[in-house]
Structure formats: C-alpha cells, structure tokens
C-alpha cells in the first residue's frame, strides 16, 4: 500500500511529537524547516538532521534530503524525510494529503488558499475555515490536544508552563545580540549560577538547580530575548531525550 504523504512544516519539539506519532501510524512524513532552526529541545527535534545529516529520536530516523527524490527513498527506508524548504517549494511535487503547519509563529500563516486536501494548525494564529481546515489546541489544561473545527485555539499568554512551582525562570533567553556559544550540554546537571552559555560576552548563568533540557546549537546568531534554552527542575536527564506528554497529546489530536 501508498503510504498518505504528509508536509509538517516545522521540526521543533512539538512538530516532532506530531512526526513521531504520524509515523508510529503509518503516514509518510517529510518535515520542512530552514537552513539554520533555532531549536531549542534539540535532542527531542527532527530539524537536528539538518546539522547532522541524519536523527535519531527514540527509536525513529530522520534523514535529511536534497530533493523529492530523495524524500521517497528516505520514506521508502522506513524513515522521516527532512528538506530545507522555507518557502514549500515543495508542495506540487510532493502533493501531500494533509498539511500541519507547527511553526508555532503565534500569528496568522499568510496562506492566499489552503495548500492541501486537509490543513491541520497548532496553537494560536490560526482560524479554522479560514486559513486551515482543523486546529489543535496547544495550551496545556483540559483541551491540550483537542481538534478545534471552528473559531479559533485559546491565546497565547507569553508565560511558560509551570514545573514544581517555577515558570518563566525555566525559560533561558539571550542576553544581547550575537553568536551563542554552549558552555555546557543538554542533559547535564546545573547549579544554581553555573555559566550554560554565552551571547559574545554576556553570560547566561542557572537561576535555579536542574538538568538542561535544550539548548540552541553553538555557532547560531541570536537576538536579545530570544528563548534559547530550557531548564528543567525535575533534575532527571530523561526527560531531554523523550518526547514530552505535551507533544504527545497533540501528535494524537493531529
């Protein structure tokens, strides 16, 4: 059998919670992302095959690819296809079944007509009948997941969720302007006031004990007040390389 092709735009954690679950069911999944993502839960992402080539998150491969043609041997091999295509140049040749825009932009996509038979959106942004045809809600709380079929998803309140009573404080956003260069790795353990990073030569130092959830990878420009890492006060190194509940809960609404 043909297996449904499916276009996810965006390789992020959360995309990557939708990829995973798409491909554990049987859907061909070929994920768009640009030349350098800005991901954060990089060892959770499938837009990590564009540094590396090629992925692994749990059990599931991602490879990167040059051309369509390469995306059906890489789907062939039992594996997700990732391209760098910021625009979905793409979309004709490939000719998904379902689209699902993950960029998670927060504002509407822009789209002139839907690009394919069932768009699907995440989060906040979007406009079911409008812009898509489906949206699945991305807050956490009684909806998390929920297919939204008219209207709109709940808003975005710009505040991170809350783990063991901390919130904003997991979030690590770049002090300035500049290259960010790690000074540590995701999953290690951080003290309280211990160097993770740097922006030149502003500093980005734990405000608390816990494990390094994500980073963004060294070498990658960064503008003040960007989230560039997570720090997790559950303390257990896991958690950076599985995919979380959250992301789950949505792959399963998509």
């Not at 822009?110 to 807050?139: K, Q």
């Not at 030569?201 to 816990?210: L, M, V």
């Amino acid at each position: 059998m043909t297996k449904p092709r499916v276009l996810l735009r965006g390789g992020g954690d959360l995309a990557s919670g939708v990829a995973a679950r798409l491909h554990r069911a049987g859907f061909a999944v070929l994920i768009l992302e640009l030349a350098q993502p800005l991901v954060v839960r990089r060892l959770v992402s499938f837009a990590e095959a564009v540094f590396e080539g090629g992925f692994q998150v749990e059990e599931i491969t991602a490879r990167l690819a040059k051309n369509l043609k390469e995306v059906a041997s890489i789907q062939a091999d039992g594996e997700i296809a990732v391209m760098v295509d910021r625009e979905m140049d793409c979309l004709e040749g490939y000719a998904p079944l379902v689209l699902v825009d993950a960029r998670m932009m927060k504002r509407p996509p822009g789209y002139t007509a839907l690009p394919a038979p069932l768009v699907i959106g995440l989060g906040p942004g979007f406009t079911a009948g409008v812009d898509c045809h489906a949206i699945v809600e991305t807050v956490r709380g009684h909806t998390l997941g929920r297919v939204i079929w008219e209207g709109s998803a709940a808003a975005d309140t710009g505040i991170p969720d809350t783990v063991l009573g901390i919130s904003s404080q997991r979030v690590l956003r770049a002090p300035a302007d500049g290259v960010l260069a790690a000074e540590r790795e995701i999953g290690e353990l951080i003290k309280q006031g211990e160097q993770i990073a740097r922006v030149g030569e502003a500093a980005i130092t734990a405000p608390f004990d816990g494990v390094l959830r994500g980073l963004v990878k060294t070498g990658l420009q960064v503008q003040a007040g960007l989230k560039v890492g997570d720090l997790d006060p559950r303390k257990d190194p896991l958690y950076a390389r599985l995919i979380s509940d959250k992301s789950l809960a949505i792959g399963g609404g998509v």
